[in-house]
């Protein structure tokens, strides 16, 4: 144990855990989070923190903690922990006799928070939600509202874009964000098929006052899928009202939808013209960069264990939806633990496939293989053995130039699948037939006849 723990503050030590979360998580979200977090004591290898709420508890723990005792840990000796005092309603003085005062204990702010259910799923946060240059302009303006929430032109936001791109989860993200900077402010997020839903119950029940008095008072409205009010006038009528309300307060609106506001047809006008007076963002299919991000940090997430060429290869051929890259990955590993398959590029491009089949067909490096040799008549053995001999080298040269024009492979993926070899014999292969390709007229006859026999019925 480290001499230093007798002597470090509990305020001192605090310090050193927010330096380095300011060197990895940046300066302002350190100085928004944590300054309503408070150190307490060091006793032995324990550092107590006290947190203003449940919800600080849990986002802390989920996405710091680990950070956090890392530091502790370089101080207080590797047993070190990281405990929270959390005050939850629960100690607020709801609690006590009915008689008696306020706790001086409580921390302002929370007493007056009161309990509504925000519906906010604490699952989907700003912490992990990728950042590329597709949803660059949606997340920092959705960053902007949570901390300036009605305080900006960007009122409504509106986010807009294809099933599966993460309108859902930024929704909640901003939501989350401003719950955990602004516990005072009261915040909703409804998908716009519940809003009707409760809309109906309401007109059912007679109810409608009620129902419109749960939305009088917020600060934030999150409407999720607002394109499920189309064909449905007597809740845009209500919606419209809802809305206009709240806007004209200086509440902050925060709305997604599958289209942008010019192209929302089927719902009124009046309506869709608000939608443009804030800022509209679309988020857009992520490009290659942020699919891979995405990829490597759920297998980090879940603890998988996948080797990065493989991600390379998804991330090149997943391009359709973020939720797409999630159910390769469930299947990858579906298939190592319950068929106990290794996870290897030809189970890649198997699953890839069960993706895609719609897709014009993509090429394997296996399908490559197998046709190479067929056709020159060699075992497929050969082509990724060590021979030299003359007519094995040529075939093997011809099916390493294919593969790297027909498939998404790097030279080093390409080289392991031909027996292990290294990047620049791939590279002398693709060279070799690149330079008598237009030449030698057998070379390019064998190509030619390769790749239709490659694309037939694609
Ligand atoms: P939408 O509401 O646009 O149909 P979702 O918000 O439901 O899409 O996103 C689909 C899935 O993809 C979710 O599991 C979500 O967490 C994930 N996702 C989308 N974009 C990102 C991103 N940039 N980073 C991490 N996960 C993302
Ligand atoms: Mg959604």
Redesign the pocket.
Known sequence: MSTEALSVSPQALWEKCLQALRENVGTSTVTLLFQAVQPLSIRDNVFTIRVPSQFFYEYIEEHFSRLIVQTLRRHLGQKARLEYEVLTTLDAPTNLPSQAGPSPTILPGLRARQPFPTNLNPK?TFE?????AC?KLARSAGMTVAERPGQTSFNPLFIY???????????HAIGNYARLLHPDKTILYLDADRFTQQYVDAVRSKQISTFLSRFENLDIFII??IQFLIGREATQDIFFHVFKGLHEAGRQLVI?ADASPQDMRGLAERITSRFSWGLAAQ?LP?DYE?RFN?LE??VRQEGLDIPEPILHYLAEYIQS???D??GVLIQIMAEASINRREINLALAEEIVQRFQPHRSKAITIEQIIHAVSDYFRIHPEELRGKSRRKEIAYARHVAVYLSRKHTQHALKAIGERFGGRDHSTILHSIEWVESYLHTNRELSKHVQELERILFRGA
């Open positions: 989907y992990n939600f990728i950042p590329g949803n874009g294809e099933v599966g791109q993460g309108k859902t989860h930024l929704a999720d899928d997604t988020l992520p942020t995405i940090y759920k939806h973020v939720r890259l999630e």
